[in-house]
C-alpha cells in the first residue's frame, strides 16, 4: 500500500503535464498566431524540452526513489508551465486581458523554464544514475549549481 501512494505524485505530474500541453496547444490555436509564430515564442522549445524531460523523468521516478526522476519531472513541468503562460498571454494580449494579467503570465512564461533548464537538470546530471553525489567532493559543484540557478531566476 504504502508502494501505490508513493507513486501518486508521478501520475499527478504526467497528468498536468498533459494538461498543460493541452492548454497551450489549445491557447495556440485560439489565438490564431501562425506556425512560425509559435517557434518564435520559445511555446514549441519549451513544450517539447517540456514533455522530453517529463517522458524520462516519470518512468525513473515511477519505479524507484531515484531523486534523478523527481528532478527531471519538476524540470519538464517548469518548462511547461512557461510554454502555457506564453500562450495564455498572447491570448490575452490579443483579448485586451487587464495589463496585472499579463504581467503574471510573463512572469510565468519567463521564470519556471529556469528553474528547469538552469538548476533541476544540471542537478538530475550531476546526481545521474542513483540519485547522490559520486563523492562527497563534489557537493561544491551541487551548490554552485544551486547558486547560479537561483541566481539566473533572480
Same mark, same amino acid.
Request: aromatic residues 12%; charged residues 5%.
Given at each position: 500500500?504504502?508502494?501505490?501512494?508513493?507513486?501518486?505524485?508521478?501520475?499527478?505530474?504526467?497528468?498536468?503535464?498533459?494538461?498543460?500541453?493541452?492548454?497551450?496547444?489549445?491557447?495556440?490555436?485560439?489565438?490564431?498566431i501562425g506556425w512560425q509564430?509559435?517557434v518564435e515564442s520559445y511555446?514549441?522549445?519549451?513544450?517539447?524540452?517540456?514533455?522530453?524531460?517529463?517522458? &524520462?523523468?516519470?518512468?525513473?521516478?515511477?519505479?524507484?526513489?531515484?531523486?534523478?526522476?523527481?528532478?527531471?519531472?519538476?524540470?519538464?513541468?517548469?518548462?511547461?508551465?512557461?510554454?502555457?503562460?506564453?500562450?495564455?498571454?498572447?491570448?490575452?494580449?490579443?483579448?485586451?486581458?487587464?495589463? &496585472?494579467?499579463?504581467?503574471?503570465?510573463?512572469?510565468?512564461?519567463?521564470?519556471?523554464?529556469?528553474?528547469?533548464?538552469?538548476?533541476?537538470?544540471?542537478?538530475?546530471?550531476?546526481?545521474?544514475?542513483?540519485?547522490?553525489?559520486?563523492?562527497?567532493?563534489?557537493a561544491w559543484v551541487a551548490?554552485?549549481?544551486?547558486?547560479?540557478?537561483?541566481?539566473?531566476?533572480?
Amino acid at each position: 500500500m504504502t508502494d501505490h501512494w508513493s507513486r501518486w505524485p508521478v501520475v499527478v505530474s504526467v497528468a498536468s503535464g498533459t494538461l498543460l500541453t493541452g492548454v497551450t496547444l489549445g491557447f495556440g490555436l485560439a489565438t490564431g498566431i501562425g506556425w512560425q509564430q509559435f517557434v518564435e515564442s520559445y511555446s514549441l522549445t519549451n513544450m517539447v524540452i517540456g514533455l522530453a524531460f517529463l517522458a &524520462s523523468g516519470a518512468p525513473v521516478a515511477w519505479l524507484s526513489r531515484n531523486l534523478v526522476g523527481a528532478l527531471l519531472v519538476a524540470a519538464g513541468l517548469c518548462h511547461l508551465i512557461s510554454a502555457t503562460a506564453t500562450m495564455m498571454a498572447v491570448f490575452g494580449l490579443n483579448a485586451d486581458w487587464p495589463t &496585472s494579467a499579463i504581467r503574471a503570465l510573463s512572469t510565468f512564461s519567463n521564470g519556471p523554464w529556469q528553474f528547469g533548464i538552469g538548476l533541476l537538470f544540471p542537478l538530475a546530471l550531476l546526481l545521474f544514475p542513483d540519485g547522490h553525489l559520486p563523492s562527497r567532493k563534489w557537493a561544491w559543484v551541487a551548490w554552485l549549481i544551486v547558486i547560479s540557478g537561483g541566481f539566473q531566476a533572480v
